[in-house]
């Protein structure tokens, strides 16, 4: 039997129709630019954005290290939040490919204030580093998905162009954001300098991201990419994967999330497990069991056992990721062995809950 994988939207596999259209995709030699299907999502992504240019690169952690890259000098510091995808999982790339520090400041689901970069930026002198960019997550992966508020991030915009900083977002699941919000991606693209978007998460396709940004960023960004070894040739064929899965992908995205929140409610019946619903917005849902004196590796390893994959966020906290190939059927399934787990585990539901 297959296991039910919920272990990240990442695990996804084209659909028969997305492999129709990678089979028949025309391609070219996209080092020299000339891959129409490559050109063509890029054209298609910048618009969707608001911006003037966008470069296709193999994965989000490139596109935020080429944003990174490009707005920085050796030497500079780059605002972030503490729990972010930058500062946790890109291996160190900031300082290996920049030659920059990362100042991690401390999120409520993920987000930090236009207070707290104010009061972090460095004053020029030069015994410090200099305070170049900032970077924000939207939405969260480690804060449950929850959703950057325009509203800061429009206070952060403003304040960033009126002091000379960069601003990135790092929009590896902003599809989602825009699905769940309703508000345009050009609005959020118009607040930020650059930004990175995933193809190969919640859109399902197999691989790569795009990151946007003014013509001058991406020609820049796409000679770092050329360095770092990121020149792609007939990769025209991956691109047709992302078109596709923009225009037949997107909209559904509203389904992962009604079904994560699904999840959520399931396990914050339990009594000692606290699942934040109110960041619970997306696609991922975060339960933790430190009150209930539970392991989340060990809770991780019995739903293996019943068929159902997860992955452990730190020794308390275990996360689910719902995707386009899950149904409501699996996740009926997926409830059932949560309930079945707890259970086992000596946990009860919470007075009132039948």
Not at 188 to 217: E, I
Request: proline letters at 5%.
């Amino acid at each position: 039997m297959t296991p039910i994988d919920l272990r990240s939207d990442t695990v996804t596999k084209p659909t028969a129709e997305m492999r129709e259209v990678i089979a028949r995709a025309e391609v070219g030699d996209d080092v020299f630019g000339e891959d129409p299907t490559v050109n063509a999502l890029q054209d298609k992504v910048a618009r969707m954005l608001g911006k003037e240019a966008a470069l296709f690169v193999s994965s989000g952690t490139m596109g935020n290290q080429l944003a990174i890259r490009c707005h920085t000098e050796p030497g500079d510091e780059v605002i972030c939040e503490e729990n972010s995808h930058s500062f946790n999982y890109e291996g160190g790339g900031p300082a290996s490919l920049s030659n920059v520090q990362l100042r991690p400041l401390p999120g409520l689901r993920g987000v930090i204030t236009e207070a707290q970069i104010q009061a972090a930026v460095r004053p020029p002198d030069d015994h410090f580093p200099r305070t170049s960019l900032v970077i924000v997550e939207n939405t969260h992966n480690r804060a449950s998905g929850a959703i950057f508020p325009l509203a800061e991030l429009q206070r952060i915009s403003a304040y960033t162009r009126s002091h000379g900083l960069k601003l990135h977002m790092d929009g590896a699941r902003l599809w989602n954001a825009h699905i769940a919000t309703g508000i345009p991606l050009h609005e959020y693209g118009a607040l930020v300098d650059s930004v990175t978007v995933c193809l190969s998460k919640g859109l399902g396709a197999p691989v790569g991201s795009v990151v946007a940004g003014t013509r001058d960023f991406i020609s820049k960004a796409h000679r770092f990419r050329k360095m770092w070894g990121g020149g792609m040739r007939q990769v025209g064929l991956l691109a047709a994967a992302g078109i596709y899965a923009i225009d037949h992908h997107l909209q559904r995205l509203q389904e992962d999330h009604r079904r994560a929140r699904r999840l959520g409610e399931t396990f914050a019946r339990f009594e000692g497990v606290a699942v934040d619903m109110e960041a619970t917005q997306t696609n991922i849902m975060i339960a933790d069991v430190a009150k209930a004196g539970l392991k989340a590796p060990d809770l991780v390893v019995k739903m293996k056992e019943s068929g159902v994959l997860c992955i452990a966020f730190s020794p308390t906290r275990l996360r689910m990721v719902t995707h386009l190939q899950l149904s409501d059927a699996d996740i009926d399934r997926t409830i059932e062995v949560i309930e079945e787990v707890l259970l086992a585990s000596g946990l009860h539901p919470k007075y009132g809950d039948n």
